[in-house]
């Protein structure tokens, strides 16, 4: 597997990955009609400017592009607490799940945000991704109601989780 830099190019691959994704793992800790609201979102995604815009945005490849993760330095304000930077998506095929594809592109994102020296990390997990994050040392904040592709309008939300991590300098 290799983790790498994306490219404009990888937009549609992305696309498919997010949707996947998204429709595999999300029944986990969403009902269909979250499920459904969460997926619209990646039909409209412009995931083009999303990967030329972002501070770090990675693929991870297996001869096709099988995850995806993405950084953004500065965080929203509405984190209760103040994090330097954000992990905005780390998303992988459900056929690799749990084979390293997202911890090696999570490791991938933390190097890039502690080279950067960012001391703080947030995120707003899925319910069905907090343990995952848990393992790599995040901490719950609190939980939020969020609406699933707002963008779209789909008035449909479902609790996500507000976590942080102080980057000390250790991996």
């Known amino acids: 597997m290799t983790v790498r830099e994306a490219v404009p190019e990888d937009a549609e691959a992305v696309r498919e990955v997010h949707r996947r994704s998204i429709e595999g793992l999300g029944p986990a800790?969403?009902?269909p009609e979250q499920v459904a609201a969460w997926v619209a979102g990646c039909g409209s995604a412009d995931y083009a400017a999303r990967i030329a815009d972002a501070d770090a945005f990675l693929v991870a490849e297996r001869e096709s592009v099988v995850g995806f993760g993405s950084l953004s330095l500065g965080a929203p304000e509405e984190y209760e607490d103040d994090p330097d930077a954000e992990v905005t998506g780390v998303y992988v095929l459900p056929r690799v799940a749990r084979e390293g594809v997202g911890s090696a592109l999570y490791g991938a994102l933390e190097h890039r945000a502690r080279s950067a020296g960012?001391?703080?990390?947030?995120l707003w997990a899925s319910r069905n991704a907090v343990g995952f994050y848990e393992t790599r040392g995040y901490e719950r904040v609190?939980?939020?109601?969020?609406?699933f592709s707002a963008h779209e309008?789909?008035?449909?939300?479902?609790?996500v989780v507000e976590m942080t991590k102080p980057l000390d300098g250790g991996e």
């Open 29 to 31: 800790a969403y009902d």
């Open 118 to 122: 960012v001391e703080m990390l947030g």
């Open 142 to 147: 609190r939980t939020l109601d969020h609406e």
């Open 153 to 159: 309008d789909t008035g449909v939300t479902g609790t």
